[in-house]
C-alpha cells in the first residue's frame, strides 16, 4: 500500500549532469543527479562497490580512491567535478585476476579484519607511497629538506586518516613497510 | 586423525574478496528495481508526534513513498519492544527513527528526509545517569541471567577490621560501538516471502524476529549476511535498520536498500551504557584480600530493560572471605543501552582492576605479586574449582616478556625528556560458554566435502577457523573443505558474541563431520552426495555447569607529556590463556584489537550527552574519536598453550573480548605511575591531567 501517490517526477537536466571521466582505465559515462558524489557513483551507478561508506563524512577513510593518482575521500568529491579525469579503486589496483604487491602483503600481515576499511587503506596506501616517493614530508618529518625516510611513524602518521575499529594497524603498517621496502 | 589444520596459521579464506573490493556487504548487491530508503529521526527526547507532514517530501522529485506511524505496514507487538518502529506516535528518546524516506535515488532520499515536517508534543526528560538519581531501582536479574546481588561472609565488618582499606568510585561513559560498516539492510518482499541481505552477527536470529515481528513462517524469510563490516556486539541481534527497510519494501512493493548514516548509529542500535562503580577493597598487612565490595550503577531505557553485569566480573577474579556485589539501575529517556564488546566484564574490570593498582600502593606490595596473592583455583561465587585458571601463568609470563622485574613503583619517578614514563598492569577474564548450534556435512563423489552452518564472519576469522576444525573432525587436508556460512538457508547456529561462537559452531560442526564418517565407514566409498546435520542442543544444554573462563595479563607503557598532559601508548603487552588457539593469525588480529579497543576506552572515548537536548553531541567520527593508526606504536599478544577438557569439543575457550577486558585498567595504572594522578573517570584526557596536577 502506498503512502501517497507515486511520484514521476524525476531530476530534470538543469539539476544533472552528463559526467565523462575515466574508472580503472575504462572510459565511462554516466548521467547524474549534481549531488552524487563520486562514491555513489562508484557505488550506485557503476557497480564498483569496493569502496566503502563508513560515514560519508571524511571522516573514516574508507572511501578513499585515487584521483587523477592522488588520495581522496570520494564521499567529498561530488562526480560533476572529476569530469575528464582519472579515478583508480581499490577494483583497480591490480589487473583481473592479479593482485598487487600491496594486497598481497595485506593478506599476508593479515592486515584487516571485517574487510570494511580495506579498500580504503589499500587506496591510500598506495597514494601515500606515492607522495613519499616525491618526497613530501609529514607531520612528523623532522628534516623537511630531505626526501622522509619511510619510517613506521611516518607509516602510521599517512595511513592516520584511514581508522580500522578492528583495529589492524600493526599489520597494516607492516603490510606497507614490506611493499615500500621490496618495490 | 588429525590433519594438523588446527593450530596452524592460515590467511583468512575470504582475503581475496576483501582486497580486490569483490567482497559484497548488506547494501551492494545490485537488485533490478532497487530504490532508496533514508531513516528520519526524532527531533525530541520525550513526547508524542502530533502530525506529519509530507507534502513536501512527496512533491520532491524522486520520492516514491513517506513511511511513519500513521501509514507504515503493521508488526506483530513482539518481545523486542526496541523494534516495534512506525508503529506508534510515542516517542521514547531523541534519535527514536520516526519516519522513513523512500525514493529512487541516494540522493531524493536524502533530500526528501529533509523535507518531512514532523509536529511533536514534548514532554520533560530525564537522560543523564546520576548516583543519587530519584529512579535508582534494583533489577530482578542482570544479563543475561545473573543474580542482581550477591553476598558471601560480613562485608560491612570484614572491611571495618581490615588494616589495609580502599573506597574509590569509578565513572566511564557512554561508548558506541561503530564498526566501520553502519547498520544497513537491503530487503525483498516476493510473493510473501522476505529476503535480507543484512549488515547483523548472527542471520538466525534475525530471521526468527523478522518473522515474528511481520507475522510469516520462518521458513519464508531468508536472512543473508555473508560479509559483516564488524559489529562489536552492536549488530547482535536483528536492529533498526532491517526492520525499518523490510516496512519500506513492503510498503513501497519494491526492492529497498537503507544503510542508517554514521550519525544516525550513535545511540539507537545500542550503546554501552556510561557506569557509576564504587569499589571497596579491604587487605591485611600482607595485600591478602579480605573484604570485597563491587557496587555498579548503570542505564536502561523506559522501553526495555537492559541490565548490564558490570560487577560480576569481581564474584569470580580474586578471592576473599568477605564479599558483596549490587546492580542498580535506571530507568532514563535514552536509547536501550545494549551490547559492546565484553559487556560487564569491560567495564567492570576497569574499576576493579583499577581499584587493585590503588590496594598495592597502600599495602606497598607490586601490583603483579598482590593478584598473584590473591589468585584461587576455587571460583568464589560459584564454590567450584575452575576448570583451568591460568591467570598468575600469565602475569609471569607477561612480567617476563615485558620486563616488569625491576620496576621502581614510585610515581612519577621516570622522565624521558620532557615525557614522563610510567607502567601499569591489569589481570582480565571472561567466561568461556557455548550455546546449542546445529551443522551439515556433505561428502561429494570427488572426495571433497561441503561443510554447512549458519556462522557469521564479522572480521574474526570465523570463517577460516570453522574450516580448521572441519577439515580436522573430517580427517582431510582443508584444501578439500569448502565452507558455507552467513545465510539463515543454512542449518541454525548462535550469534556471533559473547565470545562463545568458535566453541559453539566447531562443536556441531565436528558432530557432523563424526555423523558423516560414520555413514561414509558403514557405507563404503560413496558414489553420490552422502549428507550427516548434527545439532548439539542436548550435548550443550547437558553440560554440567562449571567455572570456566578465560584469562590474562595486561602491561602497559605510557609516556604524559610533562607540559601538555598528552597520554602516548609506548607499548602494550598481553599474555592471554583461552584453551586452544585454532587459527595463530586470525586469534592475534582479535586480541590486538580488544587491547586497543580497550587503549581507545581510556584514552579516546566518550559520548558527551548534551542534556538539553538528551542526545550524544559527539555523534561522528570527527569528534567520537576512535584509536587511529598513529596511537598505536607497539602492541603484542602472546597465548599460552592451554588444554582444558571441560570446554567442548575443539577446547576453545574464546577470544573475542578477553582482549578488551581490563585493558583499559592498566592504560590508567601506568598513567597513574608515570604522573603521580590518578584519573578516575575515563577517557583520560589531557585537561584532567593538567587541570588536577603541576605536572610540569
Keep these: 500500500m502506498q503512502g501517497g501517490p507515486e511520484n514521476t517526477t524525476t531530476i530534470d537536466e538543469r539539476h544533472s549532469s552528463r559526467v565523462t571521466f575515466e574508472v580503472n582505465g575504462e572510459p565511462r559515462q554516466v548521467t547524474l543527479d549534481n549531488r552524487t558524489t563520486l562514491l555513489d557513483t562508484l557505488r550506485e551507478h557503476l557497480d564498483l562497490t569496493g569502496a566503502k561508506k563508513g560515514c560519508d563524512h571524511g571522516q573514516c577513510g574508507s572511501c578513499t580512491v585515487l584521483l587523477d593518482g592522488r ?22 589496483l591490480a589487473g583481473p585476476d592479479e593482485l598487487s604487491p600491496l594486497q598481497a602483503a595485506f593478506i599476508a600481515h593479515d592486515a584487516f579484519q571485517c574487510g570494511y576499511c580495506t579498500p580504503g587503506q589499500l587506496c591510500s596506501a598506495r597514494g601515500m607511497l606515492d607522495e613519499v616517493s616525491r618526497g613530501w614530508p609529514s607531520a612528523v618529518t623532522d628534516d623537511l629538506n630531505t626526501p622522509a625516510e619511510l619510517t613506521d611513524a611516518e607509516i602510521r602518521e599517512r595511513m592516520a586518516g584511514n581508522l580500522c575499529r578492528c583495529a589492524a594497524y600493526p599489520h597494516i603498517v607492516a603490510a606497507v613497510r614490506e611493499t615500500a621496502t621490496s618495490s | 586423525m588429525s590433519t594438523g589444520a588446527v593450530g596452524r596459521a592460515y590467511p583468512r579464506l575470504e582475503g581475496r574478496e576483501k582486497v580486490t573490493g569483490t567482497a559484497r556487504y548488506a547494501v551492494e548487491y545490485p537488485v533490478d528495481g532497487i530504490t532508496y530508503g533514508w531513516a528520519v529521526p526524532s527531533a525530541v527526547v520525550r513526547g508524542r508526534i502530533t502530525r506529519v507532514d509530507t507534502s513536501e517530501a512527496l512533491a520532491s522529485p524522486g520520492v516514491l513513498a513517506v513511511l511513519h506511524h500513521g501509514n507504515a505496514p503493521r508488526l506483530a507487538p513482539g518481545p523486542e519492544p526496541e523494534l516495534w518502529l512506525l508503529q506508534e506516535p510515542t516517542v521514547h528518546y531523541r534519535g527514536q527513527y520516526v519516519a522513513v524516506v523512500v525514493a529512487t535515488s541516494l540522493e531524493a532520499a536524502r533530500e526528501g528526509a529533509r523535507l518531512v515536517r514532523i509536529d511533536y508534543d514534548a514532554a520533560s526528560h530525564s537522560t543523564v545517569l546520576t548516583d543519587d538519581h530519584p529512579g535508582l531501582y534494583q533489577p530482578d536479574h542482570v544479563n543475561p541471567s545473573y543474580p542482581t546481588d550477591t553476598a558471601e561472609g560480613d562485608f560491612d565488618a570484614g572491611y571495618a577490621a581490615a588494616p589495609v582499606r580502599v573506597d574509590v568510585t569509578y565513572r566511564t561513559p557512554a561508548y558506541h560501538n561503530n564498526p566501520m560498516e553502519p547498520h544497513a539492510t537491503t530487503a525483498q518482499w516476493h510473493d510473501g516471502r522476505l529476503l535480507v541481505h543484512d549488515s547483523n552477527q548472527g542471520a538466525s536470529s534475525v530471521r526468527a524476529t523478522l518473522a515474528e515481528l511481520f507475522e510469516v513462517s520462518p521458513e519464508s524469510v531468508r536472512v543473508v549476511a555473508e560479509h559483516v563490516g564488524g559489529g562489536f556486539g552492536s549488530k547482535g541481534y536483528a536492529k533498526a535498520a532491517v526492520v525499518l527497510t523490510a516496512l519500506a519494501a513492503r510498503h513501497v512493493d519494491r526492492p529497498v536498500k537503507l544503510a542508517l548514516t554514521r550519525q544516525q548509529i550513535f545511540g539507537p542500535i545500542g550503546y ?83 581499584a587493585m593498582d590503588e590496594l598495592a600502593i597502600a599495602v606497598g606490595i607490586d601490583p603483579v605479586e598482590l593478584r598473584i596473592r590473591n589468585d584461587t583455583e576455587v571460583d568464589p561465587d560459584q564454590g567450584r574449582p575452575f576448570t583451568s585458571r591460568n591467570l598468575v601463568t600469565c602475569l609471569r609470563e607477561g612480567a617476563q616478556r615485558f620486563g616488569w622485574a625491576d620496576r621502581d613503583p614510585t610515581p612519577r619517578a621516570r622522565r624521558d625528556g620532557r615525557w614522563l614514563v610510567g607502567t601499569g598492569v591489569a589481570g582480565s577474564s571472561y567466561p568461556a560458554r557455548a550455546r546449542p548450534s546445529s551443522a551439515r556435512a556433505t561428502a561429494r563423489p570427488d572426495g571433497s566435502f561441503l561443510v554447512q552452518i549458519n556462522a557469521t564472519d564479522i572480521g574474526t576469522g570465523a570463517r577460516t577457523a570453522i574450516w580448521q576444525v572441519a577439515a580436522d573432525a573430517l580427517g582431510v587436508p582443508p584444501e578439500r573443505v569448502e565452507i558455507h556460512i552467513g545465510d539463515s538457508i543454512l542449518p541454525t547456529a548462535p550469534v556471533a ?17 563424526q555423523a558423516l564418517r560414520e555413514k561414509l565407514r558403514d557405507g563404503g566409498p560413496p558414489t553420490g552426495e552422502v549428507t550427516a546435520e548434527a545439532d548439539t542442543a542436548d550435548e550443550v544444554g547437558g553440560q554440567p555447569a562449571l567455572p570456566r573462563y578465560a584469562y590474562g595479563a595486561h602491561f602497559v607503557e605510557v609516556r604524559v607529556d610533562a607540559d601538555t598532559g598528552e597520554v602516548r601508548l609506548n607499548r602494550m603487552l598481553g599474555v592471554f590463556a583461552a584453551g586452544r588457539v585454532v587459527n595463530p593469525t586470525t586469534a592475534r588480529s582479535q586480541l590486538i584489537g580488544g587491547m586497543t579497543m580497550g587503549l581507545s576506552m581510556a584514552l579516546h572515548e566518550e559520548g558527551l550527552l548534551d542534556e538539553r537536548y538528551g542526545d550524544w553531541v559527539n555523534h561522528d567520527l570527527a569528534t567520537y574519536h576512535i584509536t587511529g593508526c598513529a596511537d598505536v606504536e607497539s602492541i603484542e599478544a602472546y597465548w599460552l598453550d592451554e588444554r582444558d577438557d571441560e570446554l567442548n569439543p575443539a577446547g576453545v575457550k574464546g577470544i573475542g573480548e578477553i582482549g578488551i577486558v581490563g585493558a583499559a585498567a592498566a592504560v590508567a595504572n601506568a598513567v597513574h605511575h608515570a604522573t603521580g594522578v590518578r584519573i578516575r573517570e575515563l577517557p583520560i584526557r589531557l585537561d584532567k591531567l593538567i587541570g588536577v596536577s603541576d605536572l610540569a
Design chain 1, 71 to 92: 588520495r581522496v575521500k570520494s564521499c567529498l568529491v561530488f562526480a560533476v567535478t572529476v569530469d575528464g579525469r582519472s579515478v583508480v579503486s581499490v577494483e583497480g
Design chain 2, 272 to 354: 554501552r551504557t556510561p557506569t557509576i562503580q564504587r569499589v571497596r577493597l579491604a587487605s591485611d598487612a600482607d595485600g591478602r584480600l579480605t573484604a570485597i565490595c563491587h557496587d555498579a550503577i548503570s542505564q536502561t531505557s523506559t522501553i526495555r530493560e537492559f541490565a548490564e553485569q558490570t560487577a560480576v566480573y569481581t564474584r569470580s577474579m580474586y578471592a576473599a572471605p568477605h564479599r558483596r556485589t549490587t546492580h542498580r539501575l535506571v530507568r532514563l529517556d535514552v536509547p536501550t543501552p545494549f551490547w559492546m564488546r565484553a559487556p560487564g566484564e569491560c567495564p567492570g574490570a576497569y574499576a576493579l582492576e583499577s
Design chain 2, 497 to 513: 558474541g559473547g565470545s562463545m561462537g568458535t566453541a559453539s559452531w566447531s562443536w556441531a560442526v565436528i558432530r557432523a563431520a
